[in-house]
């Protein structure tokens, strides 16, 4: 080693130290733990990027990675013994997420006023977040313009990436989101090099309308007549929390003429079923309220229960709002046919066996508070939960409505195959 | 005396005493005064006379059975009291063996005593007129209230006594799941955390969200304790090594009236074969069969609770339940823990019959 290298190295080590330095007494100012830690990871790895173009060898940045290493699970280690414990079990949901502060790098407006409304939760269900967010990116393509020395079909996608991470900070991304952005990559990178860029962007764009139609809004269309066919005169429909596509058959199958009556099962943390409880009562169907542990007194009223999807599963298992899984056991129970509607685009493949696997937690911000007047402050040994979703197993469903027709959750696996692997 | 009485309908009317302990509590005060004023010649006309009080009182308050219990258990110590003092002279009718016929119709073979009540009762049964002997009946007053006594010991230490065997049904770093807002349950857990360390995840029990004074109190004691809406208890049941719930009554066949809500945990358990623990203490055994009623709930609540007043004209368009109880099958259920002991739900039959007098089941 060269005198001159040598220097090199032991200034590489000194920055890698201040960087080290610097992110506790940052971290020291955030209110409470969770945040600390994920404030700690987000602003070492801004600060290991930063250090980066500096010292742009491996070696400074390895040894700046395993320093925050080590920080953290130090940080993890302080933790008592019952708090770790109970922890470990949820370590994985994911820290809760806070509204991300100030856009870092190239982040387009319409993205960065999308990521505050996902993490404020303006903006919910798997359809109203795909469509904002492929609304959003319309308009980050349309104000794209490819730099020098490189294509659009090689640029964009890494452009878009960078705002996708900043609607991932804000909030974990969606399967419905996951699947579309797959296709508009696929798109992007199959998009023709000749084209003038207007052109191309242009073409990205009604691509993306005819996605956001043919996959969203048209597939509703079908699913409302096809679930239309499962009502009857006289039925007693149950449906858990808001689901738009159940709104949609409900309030269709209403227009329809059909004479039902629609019970809302509801609950914390988020009681969306009352939302849907105005719409539907506004439009003249009779509807009952229930929140979910009322559930069995109310159950044997009940001809057909429909809710609506976060995720498909390849098993046929259904990813959907917390609670939906219990309302599926219920109904099993007593032998009512328990339908799922689902369009196709929100198929995922790989299998979940329980809801721990993967799953979301409510920040406590946006859960509405319990209409009882005593507040639980989190005590050292007590600490509040809102897990999003559940796993509904395939068998306690009786069938998925989709687009594509009424199938039992164990056909579910063949649908890639049956539409094309390049539609899912 | 009689405004005693009427004082404690009122209060079960108005829903001013809930929870069984109390009532319990109350109903024993209650009946206590009431004997310890009762002019009466004959034990026949004291028991009809608190059969009258007892009638009246489950009439009040359909939905708090400890009350029937409390009446019953009480009518059975007067007998079981009337009894040994009459059956001290002639005790020979007494020295029959065990034999299939007295099995079968006693059902009791555990101890000597219940079975010289039945015997006896039979016997009285045939000839009336062995009732007009007993001019002590009065002076069996202070057996009485010494027997009363002891009931409103076991009721002022139940939840001392459920607690006893906590340690054994809790091991360490279990994840305990349970609902509503139940003492029995509270103290329960409390106690074994003191030689156990582990989780309790508690589900808050909407509308009356009871699990969040639960959690409060279990997280004071120094016990991890995650709150949770009820939404999530199927998707955490995969993590939770056992159910623990309260009882409002535990019903002859071996169900249980619990929180609303209770059905959902104890079926989710079923469905990840998580064992349920209902922790209760006996004077919630009630003598009665739920047999056409499986899912309906024994009461229903205010809707205030669900959707209030200030959704605005929403109310006015839809309906909403509140169901206060659940109905919850003995097959659901793996364990009664009881101030006497542990039983499997299918001895709950034979627990009342030793606790009550057949005769009383009908107040």
């Known amino acids: ?424 | 005396m009689d405004s005693q009485v009427d004082n404690l309908i009122w209060k079960l009317r108005r829903r001013q005493i809930v929870g069984s302990r109390l009532t319990a509590i109350e109903t024993l005060l209650v009946l206590r005064q009431y004997i310890t004023k009762a002019k009466f010649t004959t034990i026949d006309q004291l028991i009809q006379k608190i059969k009258g009080i007892g009638a009246r009182l489950v009439a009040a308050q359909p939905t708090e059975p400890v009350v029937g219990n409390i009446v019953r258990k009480v009518l059975h110590h007067i007998r079981e009291e009337y009894k040994t003092a009459a059956n001290k002279p002639g005790s020979s009718i007494q020295s029959s063996a065990f034999s299939l016929r007295n099995f079968v119709v006693s059902g009791q073979p555990r101890h000597q005593a219940t079975l010289q009540k039945t015997e006896a009762r039979d016997h009285l049964l045939r000839s009336r007129s062995d009732w007009h002997h007993d001019n002590h009946a009065e002076s069996l007053k202070p057996v009485i209230m010494e027997a009363i006594q002891d009931i409103f010991d076991e009721l002022e230490t139940v939840y001392e006594s459920v607690s006893k065997s906590a340690k054994d049904h809790i091991h360490s770093d279990e994840i305990i799941l349970t609902i509503g807002k139940s003492r029995t349950v509270e103290s329960f857990l409390k106690a074994a955390a003191h030689t156990r360390k582990f989780t309790v995840i508690v589900a808050e029990t909407a509308p009356s969200y009871g699990g969040k004074s639960t959690a409060k109190a279990l997280a004071s004691a120094g016990i991890s304790t995650f709150l949770v809406p009820d939404s999530s208890i199927y998707a955490l049941m995969s993590r939770v090594n056992k159910v623990i719930l309260g009882a409002h009554a535990v019903l002859a066949q071996g169900g249980i009236f619990a929180v609303s809500g209770s059905l959902m945990v104890a079926t989710a358990a079923r469905a990840h074969s998580t064992p349920v623990v209902v922790c209760t203490g006996q004077f919630k055994l009630t003598p009665l069969w739920n047999l056409n009623n499986e899912y309906g709930s024994a009461d229903i609540e205010n809707p205030d609770a669900v959707l209030g007043f200030d959704e605005g004209s929403l109310v006015d368009k839809v309906d909403v339940v509140n169901p206060y109880y659940d109905y919850v099958k003995p097959e659901l259920i793996d364990v009664l823990i009881t101030n006497d002991g542990d039983h499997p739900p299918s001895s709950v039959y034979r627990l009342i019959k030793e606790a009550y007098d057949d005769a009383d089941h009908e107040l």
């Open chain 1, 1 to 424: 080693m060269s005198k001159q290298e040598r220097r090199e190295l032991q200034e590489k080590q000194r920055a890698a130290k201040e960087v080290a330095k610097a992110q506790p007494a940052k971290g020291a100012k955030a209110a409470n733990k969770p945040s600390q830690a994920s404030q700690d990871n987000q602003s070492s790895k801004k600060l290991s990027k930063a250090a980066e173009p500096s010292t742009p060898s491996l070696g400074a940045s390895a040894s700046a990675k395993s320093l925050n290493a080590t920080s953290a699970s130090t940080s993890q280690h302080n933790l008592t013994g019952t708090e770790a414990f109970g922890l470990r079990i949820f370590s994985h949901f994911g820290a809760i997420k806070h509204p991300s502060g100030p856009a870092k790098g190239d982040i387009h407006p319409a993205i960065v006023r999308l990521g505050r409304q996902f993490a404020e939760f303006a903006i919910t269900g798997a359809n109203a977040r795909c469509i904002a967010t492929l609304t959003a990116f319309q308009s980050v393509i349309q104000d794209y313009s490819t730099p020098p020395n490189t294509t659009l079909s090689r640029h964009l996608t890494t452009h878009l990436s960078h705002q996708i991470n900043h609607l991932v900070g804000a909030r974990p991304m969606s399967v419905s989101m996951a699947n579309a952005i797959k296709h508009i990559k696929v798109e992007i990178t199959n998009s023709d090099i000749d084209m003038p860029e207007q052109n191309a962007k242009d073409e990205l764009c009604h691509k993306i309308d005819l996605y956001i139609r043919d996959r969203i809004i048209v597939a509703d269309k079908v699913i409302r007549t096809t679930a239309l066919r499962k009502i009857q005169d006289g039925d007693t429909i149950l449906t858990y929390a808001r689901s738009s596509v159940v709104e949609k058959v409900l309030l269709y199958a209403h227009s329809k003429g059909r004479e039902f009556s629609v019970i809302v099962v509801d609950s914390r943390p988020m009681l969306e079923g009352k939302g849907l409880l105005s719409k539907l009562s506004s439009a003249g169907i009779r509807c009952t309220y229930i929140l979910l542990p009322a559930l069995p007194s109310i159950i044997d009223e009940v001809n057909i229960v429909f809710v609506g999807a976060h995720s498909m599963l390849s098993n046929g298992a259904v990813f959907s709002r917390a609670g939906t899984a219990m309302v599926a056991m219920m109904a099993q129970e007593r032998s009512i046919p328990f339908v799922v509607c689902c369009e196709t685009y929100k198929y995922s493949e790989g299998i979940h066996l329980d809801s721990f696997t993967k799953n979301e937690l409510a920040p406590l911000s946006v859960s509405i508070p319990a209409a009882s007047s005593e507040e639980v402050q989190s005590e050292p040994n007590l600490q509040i939960l809102n897990p999003l979703y559940d796993l509904t197993p395939p068998t306690n469903i009786t069938a998925v409505v989709t687009e594509v027709g009424v199938i039992p959750p164990s056909s579910v696996s063949s649908l890639p195959f049956a539409l094309g692997r390049q539609f899912i």
